[in-house]
DNA sequence: TCTGGGGTCCTAGGACCC
DNA sequence: TCTGGGGTCCTAGGACCC
């Protein structure tokens, strides 16, 4: 049975829920009717456009550009600093206004759920509630959203980023022709900024260009992703709407540095601090990991991953710190000047199943307890309440806000 | 005043075993 | 003295997403 599929997505979110959080207390300027963006802090090297109004995309700044850009391309533009704390909650906000139409909802990222209606129409037409939802986003939580309308999720999702923003776009299988396939290449769903230059010089401009492509000929220059994309294209895809939530395969954190290190004591400060952050999500997941991985990032952007696989699974800061440390010293030469340092815990599988290392100890045990004890307090009075003295420092360069 | 942070999935190549 | 091939596990690297 063919399904009805429904793509919610936030029109500018980080700005736009900023923007009604600035309303609410007081203010009473709308930022999404001024040239505004939500950006890093460019003076810790992390400023970049996160979210812009349609005011400063005319000015043709763009997500992810260097705010410097931003500014030489707008000069009046205001930039104001994100907050995840708020941006979980009118997420959260919307995900229960969407529970009210259907029990199969996936939040596919903080500001974009796929809802499947399949069996929860009770003979209403699918655009209608779409409507009727987008409607209710606005009058009831004061901010906008684009919806997709289709019988899959890739297409639903295609839809959605057609014109904004407070749209309702519906992107039927007899609609693809005419609303997809004109459209570049680049806007499909999946294809990236290595891929359509390749494309490109394969006289393949636009969707229709691709969809029309020999799929034998993509698989063979591009392997499963060419069947992929070749599919797209086409608007095929079988994929469900993942409702519950699936436990994370891997836990990381990584910090841009302010400046550059060229010092191997000076990482593995900046590993304790990570190894912290990522077991006590670790800890918060109830997973346990068996991977570990430390990432560097030079001052030109090259980046080396070195991992270990444990032989048995942990969720101890002291452990992975232990073990991040000496693969930092197995890939790392004194010298080389590093702009980021990131921490990944792999192959996570649930608590209650792990794998006990064969060493276990009196010493682990211990530093579990500690590990407990840090959690608790941290949860109560908040992640940045207790802190070794010796990280005081590293923390002012390392954003914990997400925690 | 260059370029964030957190994820997933795929592939290539080497080691090792039979 | 020279030479297999299949299977699995592991690491590194890269592409993509929001």
């Known amino acids: 049975m063919e399904k009805q599929i429904l793509h919610v997505d936030v029109n500018n979110a980080f700005l736009s829920w900023t923007a009604v959080e600035m309303l609410k207390k007081g203010n009473n300027i709308d930022i999404r009717d001024i040239p505004a963006i939500i950006g890093g802090d460019e003076t810790k ?9 349609m005011k400063a995309k005319e000015c043709g700044i763009r997500t992810g550009e260097p705010i410097y850009h931003a500014k030489i391309k707008c000069p009046s533009i205001r930039i104001f600093t994100s907050n995840y704390k708020i941006y979980r909650q009118y997420s959260d906000s919307l995900y229960k206004l969407l529970s009210n139409y259907t029990d199969k909802i996936e939040r596919y990222s903080i500001d974009e759920c796929f809802l499947d209606m399949t069996n929860y129409l009770c003979g209403r037409n699918l655009i209608d509630v779409a409507k009727e939802i987008s409607v209710r986003i606005k009058k009831e939580l004061k901010f906008t959203v684009n919806i997709g309308v289709a019988h899959n999720k890739l297409l639903a999702k295609m839809a959605s980023d057609f014109q904004k ?29 290595k891929t359509v230059p390749k494309l490109y010089n394969m006289r393949i401009k636009t969707i229709g260009d691709l969809a029309k492509s020999d799929k034998f000929m993509l698989i063979k220059k591009f392997g499963k992703h060419g069947l992929k994309m070749w599919e797209y294209a086409n608007g095929i895809d079988d994929s469900e709407v993942i409702y519950q939530p699936e436990k994370p395969k891997s ?20 590993l304790l601090t990570l190894s912290e952050q990522v077991t006590f999500r670790l800890r918060k997941h109830k997973m346990v990991g068996e991977v570990v991985a430390v990432q560097l990032r030079t001052d030109e952007f090259k980046d080396t991953i070195h991992q270990r696989k444990l032989g048995f699974t942990t969720d101890n800061t002291s452990q992975v710190y232990e073990i991040a440390k000496s693969l930092l010293h197995e890939f790392y030469k004194d010298g080389t000047p590093i702009r980021l340092v990131g921490l990944r815990v792999g192959n996570l599988t649930e608590k209650d ?3 006990l290392s064969f060493f276990t100890s009196e010493k682990n045990n211990k530093q579990k307890e500690l590990d407990k004890t840090l959690d608790n307090i941290k949860n109560k009075y908040g992640y940045q ?19």
Do not use: C
């Open 353 to 355: 199943q792990e794998q």
């Open 385 to 403: 309440s207790i802190t070794r003295a010796s990280e005081i420092n590293i923390k002012k360069m390392i954003k914990t806000d997400k925690l």
């Open 45 to 53: 090297r992390s400023g970049i456009v996160l979210a812009k109004s």
């Open 251 to 270: 836990v990381s954190n990584e910090a841009t540095l302010p400046i550059n290190v060229i010092k191997t004591e000076k990482l593995e400060e900046i």
């Open 165 to 193: 923003p407070d749209k309702v776009h519906i992107l039927y299988e007899e609609d693809i022709i005419s609303k997809m396939w004109p459209l570049p290449v680049s806007e499909l769903f999946m294809l990236g900024r």
